[in-house]
């Protein structure tokens, strides 16, 4: 069978071409290609390109609150009048139902309000 698969192939040619690309133990080694000759940069090509200089001076900034519409500016307080709002209408419910949990909603949106209140207040201050 191992005759059928090699019955083509020159195995001493194939020797013969994998022994003369492998120097001998005794041999020198063969001598390394001279280098390159490059040609020389200058070192004006080496240097990081200039950046354009910048502007004399940016324009002032508007204020912070000038910049703002006025619903950004105030959107803490309208939060707390909707807390507020909501609040009363679950107070509402709790009254119309005659119970406590709906009451505990509202007492809950109320305190929320305040939160949001005193921390819009705060932030101005």
């Given at each position: 069978m191992a005759d059928e698969v090699d019955a083509g192939i020159d195995k001493q040619r194939i020797l013969a071409e994998i022994g003369a690309s492998a120097p001998?133990?005794?041999e020198p080694p063969p001598p390394a290609?001279?280098?390159r000759d490059y040609p020389s940069i200058p070192l004006s090509a080496l240097a990081p390109p200039t950046l354009p200089?910048?502007?004399a001076a940016p324009p002032a900034?508007?204020?912070q609150r000038m910049r703002q519409p006025r619903l950004v500016r105030h959107r803490?307080?309208?939060?707390?009048?909707?807390l507020v709002f909501v609040a009363l209408?679950?107070?509402g419910v709790a009254i119309a139902t005659?119970?406590?949990i709906p009451?505990?909603?509202g007492g809950g949106f109320l305190g929320l309000a305040i939160l949001v209140g005193a921390g819009s207040l705060l932030r101005e201050a």
């Open positions: 001998l133990p005794g290609a001279p280098p200089a910048p502007p900034p508007l204020p803490r307080q309208l939060a707390a009048f909707v209408l679950w107070f005659q119970e406590r009451f505990a909603f």
